[in-house]
């Protein structure tokens, strides 16, 4: 899933500031799971922003509303009929919600509730770890499953480095050590009694189909109507 | 190993069965060149090739082309480092032909260590092809005479290309395999990083003649004297991917301050004489770090020096 | 045994402190109280494990947003105490309610009024 993680208050309340009618708009998918921007999370923000403009003295009313997906035309559809009365809509969507709440709805102003962090999963309750990153030419076949791409601080296909110390990488994030992408394929080959292809070169990956390449498209003729 | 493929002297003096000496200078935090020249000239007589770091340790400096680009007009043979963190593969090739039109002859593959430790913590990476594909790509361009982009190029670079090897880091057991894949992709010395785990090195070195390898590639081992007690905790603790035992490091606590130095630079002396005599290791790289003035002293006392000249 | 305990303070009953919901906590003071504080049985005494621990955390959130908007984080406290500790559970209150006097009212409430004026 695609997970996010909370705005600090007083940055969302930066961009409101002048605002006199306020829709907090939630999403049922990847930013519930992540307890980033469900209804919950809607809830939370609302009651903390109507607190701090009745607290400055000011008329400001804050609607709440989570939708199923923000990134379907479908969904958004349901709140075409109220959301004119609106002079700011904070999305607590991924970055895509918030922009396709923007394509649709062009006349108001939309600002993000969250910071879309990577595409990852959930190790526990609290603690989200990146997977992948969209890289658009899927190698894990020959990784034994494990992307050196969004795991490996270098994104080494021919890794590791000499910086792989006890299993841990050379980077850290603050204090927290982070395991070494490479020492996880290479375990994971063993394991699978198939550490004789770690010698198979990984040629110089095409990365037209990454970031690199520019805004991407998936196109699927089949489906299309 | 023994046909010489490019005008490369470090190459030579390999082939022709010396062991060879190397030495590296780091570019300054500045663009006054004579911290270059006067590195340079310290060690010149005692080494047959001279590395210019790349931006170590993610600190930006001086680059490692211009650098070489100096020690070449003072005659001298660099050994022109090149990180895969921070040009993609455009600028890549592009320097390698810069750095081939000053007829550069050597270069040493690395991926580089992560922006994270540097000055620039908050800076990209790039990272678009890997140390292994860095070595590929020049041997490509080298070999075949072509970029990667498979156009032909006009006067192809002539260098002789290295990697490091860590004999010491995780994980272990793809630490010769991870070498053997070096060589696959082209690699024709190695410098291996500083050595003050002996055992284990030798261990290493059993593991690689054991497949043939030490007579694919030429071996250099590397070295850093240290300086302090300190140093020695610091390298063993605080960097990534060295292996400092504890013997040494206590033999450098247990030695009074002012005769610590003294100290490292028996060590250094001690494993090279050691070392000398390990089937495979065709040469040692001495990086004497802000420590330039010490390296002819130790070319000297393990009976390095003269260095050979070639006819 | 009747203690005494300030009456300004309106107790609401739940299962266990794990049920106080962040929200709970937030939408009390929206409508105007000028403090709110959790009675929870001892950490490690939880009936459910961990619904007072839970509460704890949901308390210091509670405060985090309370401290941004300028309402104060200090009017939201968790106490904990044995079920059967009456006089603790007055001495709390009393504690609470000096507290939240010497912080005053509600803002939210002034800031009304002022408007109201
Ligand atoms: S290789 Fe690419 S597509 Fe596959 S997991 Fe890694 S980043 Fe994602
Ligand atoms: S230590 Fe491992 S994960 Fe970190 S950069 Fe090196 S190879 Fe990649």
Redesign the pocket.
Known sequence: MIVADKKPIEEIIEYLKGKQNILILGCNECVTVCEAGGKKEVGVLASALRMYFQNQGEDVKIDEVTLERQCDHEYLEEIRDRVDQYDAVVSLACGVGVQFMAEKYHSTHIYPGVNTCF?GATEERGLWTE??????????ATTGGI????RCAKRLLNGPCGGSTTGKCEVKKGDEEIDCGWQLIVDRLQALDRLDEYETLCPVKDWSTDRAGGPRKVIREDLKQ | MTDVKTPSKLEKILAAGHLAVTSECGPPRGSDPEVITKKAEMIKDHVDAINITDNQTSVTRMCSLASCIHLKQMGLEPVLQMVTRDRNRIALQSDILGAASFDIYNILCLSGDHQSFGDCPQGQNVHDIDSMQLIQTVRHMRDEGKFLGGDDIKRPPQMFVGAAANPFADPFEIRVPRLAKKIAAGVEFIQTQCIYNLDKFEKWMELARDRGLHEKVYILAGLTPLKSAGMAKYMKNRVPGMDVPDDVVKRMADTPKEKQSEEGIKICIESILRLKEVQGVAGFHIMAIEWEEKVPGIVEETGLYPRPTLE | MRLQYPTNIKVVRVPCTGKVDVLYILHSFEKGADGVYLVGCLEGGCHYNSGNLKARKRVEQARKILDTIGIGGERVRMYNLSSSDGPLFAKYATEMDEKIREMGPNPIKLAKKKKAA
């Open positions: 595409l997977r992948c990153q969209a890289c658009g030419q899927c190698i894990l992307c050196p791409v969004s």
